[in-house]
């Protein structure tokens, strides 16, 4: 099992049983003691069906694709690759028939086309399997693959059409397809082991524009042996293309998506970078010294409507504060019984503070919008309020002969409402205006470290807990809101990696892999862009990520126009040694030279040392040279 720190690379994970029909048949023998036998019995024949995927995938199947669907980056020197849930699955068929050894090639290949290649892009399309099946190579576009049991006529198959032209020259061979498909294996942070199987593309896409990738399906299609390259008319390892002048062959496409390749700033390494995090949740100061003291605290101006129908400006916090307060800094004093009685007034702004009171209202609103916990919460105290009343009585009349029995102890708080509270503790239902009243205070490409001020949060329950009757002691019991910080993160990282992954820590300098990360309350996308997270306890650093499964393999793009296309040497532990010199691409790691961007996978995995001890190329030791690492940045807290 690898470390929990590190990820593992399997060549290949063969399945027990590859699919098809198989029957089972018993045989019992009596004998004598002496040997001989007396009588025979044989069991009727039992039959079953293994049956992988093979035309479709289910959406379960697929754990993640790179780069993201959809996305805009800088992946020109990246190799697409698509993550399997199911690690044998790249290994339950066969791409070429009678399988000679546990090296076996994928039946999955990863195609790229781009609009360099055809305009405007292959569409896929839908037939039934009958249809489909009633094709010949002659037709141009099949090889004659027969129905499986529990396939029908009927069935649905997703196919695509793509010109043999460019096939000659995208297509890889089966020693391509067996080091392009490999098993990874990781581990969390309670030792569960869980592998996934990854499939990876032969080519990179171009810069500045629009890319395709489709996983399909080549079972079958390819002819057995190694390739020999040094043979141009030999067929061994290559794919079978249509017979007679067909310009277009037809395969099952399993997964395909669109994504598009821009400028490094649009990476995910270049935003990472560019990220703004140097700033706190603040507005920027004016001039005024005694309104940027206010704005310094994370207070903004917004309009105030006061009873008598004036209107005006005043100030306002939500619970998100840029500084930390003392811890449990909760303001003394008995409850509030409306939101006016906590508005404060500033005389050197001669403005209202309106934070408090727009906390008690916000949640009493909130509260009486939902009628299940608006109902549970007023029986909950008439039921602790007539308990009050039987107190009372029994202190006052306890000298009486028939004195009413001692009341039992506080009814507690209804589990419905308890959610309620802790839901509130982590602003899950707050509108998130009443939490970033200001765009300003979180600009586009920017990081907001904050803390929750726990004074907000207790007029936000006090709001709550002003509905009903009037119960003095109804707070008493209620464990005050944790101690909660956290951060807030627009940017095109949340869109673009939606597997995209962070750690806090409450001390700046933590060691990763030593220091314990602080425990995550809430991790929730508000918007297709803005992310929080909140941690419990004092965040002072947070670490962004992506997870193993995005790490990617690539190459390293020439410096300028002219220079080799390279890459660095990695150690058997998976250290890129970075004080060597990376090797140099030649013509002969191309296929069809390097404007194609088709790599010569064989010869590259030689290259790049992707060998065994008896120097023959293998698919984990080639991932492992061509993984380019998980970007990790650390934002410290200002």
């Not at 066969?94 to 892009?121: K, N």
């Not at 030792?191 to 500045?208: D, F, K, Q, S």
């Not at 019984?337 to 906390?359: C, P």
Request: hydrophobic share 40%; charged share 20%.
């Amino acid at each position: 099992m690898p470390d929990q720190s590190e990820i593992e690379f399997i060549s290949n994970h063969l399945p027990a049983m590859e699919s098809g029909n198989y029957s089972i048949s018993v045989t019992q023998t009596l004998k004598h003691k002496g040997g001989a036998a007396i009588a025979r019995f044989t069991s009727k024949d039992l039959n079953f069906v293994v049956q992988g995927a093979r035309f479709r995938l289910e959406p379960q199947d697929i754990a993640a694709v790179f780069p993201p669907a959809g996305s805009l980056g800088d992946h020109q020197n990246v190799l697409p690759h698509v993550v399997l849930r199911r690690s044998t699955l790249p290994w339950e068929r066969e791409a070429a028939p009678g399988r000679t050894s546990a090296a076996a090639p994928s039946w999955l290949a990863l195609l790229l086309i781009s609009e360099d290649d055809v305009t405007p892009l292959p569409t896929p399309q839908t037939v039934t399997l009958g249809k489909q099946l009633q094709a010949t190579g002659d037709d141009g576009y099949w090889t004659g693959l027969s129905k499986e049991s529990g396939q029908s006529d009927s069935d649905q198959i997703t196919v695509i059409d793509l010109p043999v032209s460019l096939l000659a020259k995208i297509m890889p061979t089966t020693d391509d397809l067996t080091l392009l498909a490999h098993v990874r294996a990781t581990a969390d942070a309670h030792g569960n082991l869980t592998e996934t199987a990854v499939v990876m593309g032969n080519r990179l896409p171009p810069a500045g524009k629009l890319s395709m990738a489709y996983l399909v399906s080549v079972e079958n299609r390819y002819d057995q042996g190694p390739a020999d390259l040094t043979q141009p008319n030999s067929t061994k390892g290559k794919f079978r293309f249509p017979g007679g002048n067909a310009s277009a062959a037809r395969f099952v496409v399993l997964k395909s998506w669109r994504f598009s390749c821009s400028n490094p700033e649009h990476s995910f390494v270049g935003l990472l970078n560019g990220l703004d995090a140097s700033k706190p949740l603040t507005l920027p100061p004016t001039g005024n010294a005694g309104a940027d003291a206010l704005l310094a605290d994370g207070r903004v101006p917004v309009p105030h409507h006061l009873r008598g129908g004036s209107r005006g400006y005043g100030f306002y916090r939500g619970p998100l504060v840029p500084t930390a307060g003392p811890p449990n800094a909760v303001a003394s004093g008995s409850a509030s019984t409306t939101a006016d009685a906590l508005l404060r007034f500033d005389a050197d702004t001669r403005m209202f503070d309106v934070s408090y009171a727009a906390a008690w209202e916000l949640g009493r609103l909130l509260t009486l919008a939902d009628q299940r916990i608006s109902t549970a919460l007023l029986q909950w105290k008439h039921t602790r309020r007539q308990q009050l009343l039987a107190a009372s009585q029994a202190h006052l009349y306890g000298h009486l002969a028939l004195q009413p029995a001692a009341p039992s102890s506080p009814v507690p708080i209804p589990p419905a409402c308890d959610r309620w509270l802790k839901d509130l503790a982590l602003l899950k239902p707050l509108p998130f205006n009443y939490l970033v009243p200001d765009e300003r205070l979180l600009p586009t490409e920017s990081l907001r470290v904050f803390d929750i001020d726990p004074v907000w949060m207790d007029r936000l329950w006090q709001g709550v807990l002003s509905l009903g009757p009037t119960v003095p002691d109804i707070a008493v019991g209620l464990p005050p809101p944790p101690r909660v910080s956290g951060f807030l993160l627009r940017s095109a990282l949340v869109s673009g990696w939606p597997d995209l992954e962070q750690d806090a820590w409450e001390d700046a300098g933590a060691q990763r892999g030593l220091a314990v990360p602080l425990e995550l309350l809430r991790r929730e996308k508000l918007s297709p862009n803005v992310l929080i997270c909140l941690f419990k306890g004092d965040l002072k650093a947070v670490d962004l990520h992506l997870k193993p499964e995005a790490l990617h393999m690539g190459l390293d793009a020439p410096a300028s126009a002219g220079l080799p296309w390279t890459k660095r040497h990695r150690q058997a532990d998976g250290t890129e040694l970075s004080h060597q010199k990376p090797k140099d691409l030649d013509n002969t790691h191309w296929s069809h030279g390097e404007s194609a961007r088709v790599l010569n996978i064989l010869e590259l995995a030689h290259l790049i040392d992707a060998v065994d001890g008896q120097q023959q190329p293998q698919s984990a030791q080639f991932a492992m040279q061509m993984t380019e690492g998980v970007p990790l940045r650390r934002f410290g807290r200002n």
